[in-house]
């Protein structure tokens, strides 16, 4: 154990282990949020122009920043994107989690040294186990292998190139102090920009830096206390600003949500057990994104894990606490993995529970395991140790390839996720759209149902059950009617939202549906529309317009369709959107009403930002001025023909 370039070859296999292990996970395809994340590009146009490729990067729809350095990083794949092929984008995502674990790597030998660590080939020991305990976790397939989370790899890439100029520019300051503080400050200040513009959370980086020094046992070179006032506790308390900002304790601040904020911070204790729990006795495949049906914490006691799982995270910060001069690496991985967590494990109404968000918090997890086998390798024979070492990365290797089978196959992995999340209903809506593919629409019908009793909140179940009859033909007014009563009553959500487009979207491929059916869609929508919940949805309430707009043009009512796409238009205030609706009502042979509507579409085009522009001005310009062209030829034609 004590041949330092050894531990480099070591490094290497890993490495190199990592790749092969992952290799089947690339063939696997698109999941869930990486169509409506990337699928923007199709509405910019050709990536390769850069004006297209600006307004998409500038334009995200992945939280408050927009992301926009990460969506830069998918621009060379758009191509491959646009065709379906997921392989070359989740092959950046690997490099990108190989370069992680290189860095983690590095920066454990330079973290060990500033700790006062001295024995350099005990360090470089030390942080090879440790980073590839973290590159080889199968826990993390679930951030390579899905191809959107590369939002979740960039902040952890950037935090870790910061953390080298960090350390490198500490090590300086007895030297070169100036040199050093200005290395410290630019690389601090530069990778919580590129951090939080690839992904919100990456705002963390001074308080993580500010948790390695808490933890620093080694007063030597440490950097002043304006300094650190300045460039890590400010940067640290805004983010705390910021969090109690987000502090709402009505019983409803989130539409979409089941659960309230008092209610996230309990079910969150046990979510983060539960984080801990796979890290260290790892599964080769968890949960998965169907997350809806995850039992929220209602009270310390309901369920009684709650109560539980606080104690031990209590237990937990207060033996970081008081081993912390004496075992600063135990507190460390503690405090660190606390840390990371604070921004999507706490007050914010995000989803209750991704494995990705362990991406940033595990990277030190394992240097308390990787340093107390070392220090066993001194005590026993170093051949016992090698084996113990071995068989942990043999074991997380196992289970990584096993994770990565998984994810060579989208159907099979959503399938499986399904069929562990008996509550979720996007879960049991996944079991029942591949059975009512296959023809067996009365099983998928009765898993619905089942389903329906166990979540009779949910608007997906719903629609989707009505969705199945009408492929069936087996639908009756009644079943459009029990919707509707269903649908004014529950609590809206997103997958709901999308569920009536689906609906929507396929009846207008059946005219037979719309003939006799059509005035019932449109009071589903309207009961939608009247419910609060939904019109707290961004952008619903003008696509339900939209929808009953399209419902209408079927139904031969132009005048009435032409006032409901007028109202969708002036909500939108979006050119694309107003083009749209436009092309669909002339497209039916209403160019009156069309030439109307197009009209107010170019007013709303007058009036829009250009930085919320799909296309460039020049496009608009002549797709207007064909638009108008074409169908007022086409209108004095037929009132030509008419006339004869």
Partial sequence: MHNSRLSFFVF????????????????????????????????????????????????????????????????????????????????????????????????TQLLLCAYGYSHSKKNTWIAMLCASFWLLHPLFVSTTAYVIQRMAQLPLLFTLLAFVGYFKGRALIAIKPYFAYVL??????????????????????????????????????????????????????????MMLHYIELSSDPWPSRNFNQIERLLTESRIVVDYLGQLFIPRIEGYGFFQDGFLVSKSLLSPISTLFSILFLLFLFLVSLLVRK???????????FFAAHLMESTVIGLELYFEHRNYVAAIF????????????????????????????????????????????????????????????????????????????????????????????????????????????????????????????????????????????????????????YGDDLLDILNAMSDNPSYLRIKDFKSYALFLQGRILTLQNKPDVAYQYYSQSLALSTDVEDG??????????????????????????YDKQPENTLKKSRIYYDETIKKTRHDMLT????GLSKVAS
């Avoid at 004496?326 to 660190?336: C, E, T």
């Fill in 365 to 516: 997890l394992f240097l308390p395991l990787a340093a107390g086998l070392y220090t066993l390798s001194e005590i026993v024979k170093p051949s016992v140790v090698i084996f113990v070492s071995l068989l942990i990365l043999a074991f997380l290797s196992a289970m990584t390839w096993q994770r990565a089978l998984l994810w060579s196959d989208e159907n099979k992995l959503m399938l499986y996720w399904a069929q562990n999340s008996p509550n979720s209903p996007r879960a049991q809506s996944i079991i029942a759209d591949v059975l009512a593919r296959g023809g067996h629409y009365q099983e998928a019908n009765e898993i619905v149902e089942r389903a329906l009793k166990r979540r009779p909140e949910s608007g997906l179940l719903s629609l989707q059950l009505l969705l199945q009859k009408i492929k069936e033909d087996s639908v009756s007014q009644q079943d459009f009617i029990r919707t509707k009563q269903h649908i004014s009553l529950h609590r809206a959500d997103i997958q709901a939202a999308i569920a009536i487009r689906e609906l929507v979207f396929y009846t207008l491929d059946k005219p037979q549906i719309i003939a006799k």
């Fill in 579 to 604: 083009l749209n609706m436009v092309v669909v009502m002339g497209n039916a042979g209403y160019l009156p009403q069309a030439l109307k509507l197009l009209d107010e579409t170019e007013v709303v």
């Fill in 12 to 107: 290497f296999i890993v490495i190199c282990l990592t790749v092969l292990i992952y290799y089947p996970s690339l063939h696997g395809g698109f999941l869930f949020d990486d169509v409506p994340n990337l699928g923007e590009m199709r509405q910019y146009g050709d990536m390769s122009q850069w004006n297209n490729a600006k307004k998409f990067i500038i334009n995200g729809i992945a939280g408050p920043t927009g992301r926009p350095i990460s969506l830069l990083t998918f621009i060379p794949q758009a191509d491959a994107f646009l065709a379906g092929n997921a392989f070359p984008l989740k092959v950046i995502n690997l490099i990108i989690h190989i370069i992680c674990g290189v860095l983690i790597f590095w920066i």
């Fill in 634 to 637: 086409d209108l004095n034609a």
């Fill in 326 to 336: 004496k075992y600063p690496l135990i507190a460390l991985a503690i405090l660190f």
């Fill in 184 to 241: 410290m400050t630019i690389s601090i200040g530069l990778g919580t920009i590129l951090a939080t513009f690839s992904k919100e959370n990456g705002a963390l980086l001074p308080l993580l830096i500010l948790v390695i020094e808490f933890c620093n046992p080694n007063k030597n070179n440490k950097p002043l206390w304006q300094w650190r006032a300045a460039c890590l506790w400010l940067p640290s308390l805004a983010i705390v600003g």
